[in-house]
């Protein structure tokens, strides 16, 4: 039987394993598989499995699974790790990753891994709660007066003062994970949407914090990254 490569990181205490498809060969990503090796007590444990594969495009192309064995569309703290992984093994300054919808470059900023997200957009709005889309779809609520939606990543804003934010994450496919890199995205998104300004905000989440700027267009996350270890997977 042979034995998988893998690499655990974290950001913010989002944590992922990611297969190097780039390196080795990858498995068959069976719900079962992902199941498995995501699973805390009979495997490595994760909040998302991130598979790297070749891209005409850029330097590596990011699959996303979420720990029930559901695919996902983005992941902004993800990214963040992949980018410094890639960065680490090709050496250059800059790296690209691309995933179904879009694009996105990442670098090393002031307080660690800097990745450009691309954009969001406002797909929904009640008095309690704003829909961002950002690749994948997030529902940010400012008051916790409405059921919560099953099939979309939910982010609660706990606390505004001034330009620090405090947000609690429900992810869909994963439950109740300490960060979330888009969540955060779309987080500022919807704030700048109800405020009508655009502004950089600290967003502090339960495992710690990143810094969201730039513009609805082209939104940019920031904050550090750590590998917390590498080893081989037996299937």
């Known amino acids: 039987m042979a034995m ?30 992902v199941r498995r090796i995501t699973e805390r007590r009979y495997g490595i444990g994760c909040d998302q ?17 979420n720990n029930d064995g559901s695919e996902a569309a983005n992941c902004g703290n993800g990214l963040r790790c992949v980018g410094e992984l890639l960065m680490q093994s090709t050496g250059q300054d800059r790296v690209a990753i691309a995933l ?24 929904g709005r009640s008095d309690a709660h704003v829909d ?20 979309r990543n939910v982010e609660i804003v706990t606390g505004l003062i001034v330009d620090h934010v405090y947000i609690d994450i429900i992810e869909r496919g994963s439950g109740h994970t300490p960060a979330c890199g ?20 600290k967003i ?11 513009t609805p267009e082209n939104l ?3 904050g550090p990254v750590h590998t917390t270890f590498t080893g081989r997977f037996a299937p």
């Open 132 to 151: 961002v889309e950002i690749g994948n779809p997030h529902t940010i609520f400012f008051e916790t007066v409405e059921d919560f939606p099953a099939d």
């Open 182 to 201: 888009s969540g955060a995205c779309a987080t500022a998104a919807a704030i700048w949407h109800v405020e009508g300004s655009v502004r950089p905000l």
């Open 49 to 65: 499995l991130l598979v790297l594969e070749n891209s005409d495009s850029a330097n590596a192309a990011m699959r996303i699974f």
């Open 220 to 222: 940019i996350l920031e």
């Open 4 to 33: 998988i490569p893998f690499t655990k990181m974290q950001a913010q205490g989002n944590d992922f394993i990611i297969l190097n498809g780039l390196e080795s060969s990858l498995p068959e990503l069976t719900d079962a598989f």
């Open 100 to 123: 179904a919808d879009r694009t996105v470059c990442a670098e090393r900023g002031q307080n660690g891994i800097r990745i450009e997200m691309g954009a969001a957009s406002i797909s």
């Open 204 to 214: 502090e989440m339960p495992g710690g914090e990143v810094m969201v700027s730039g």
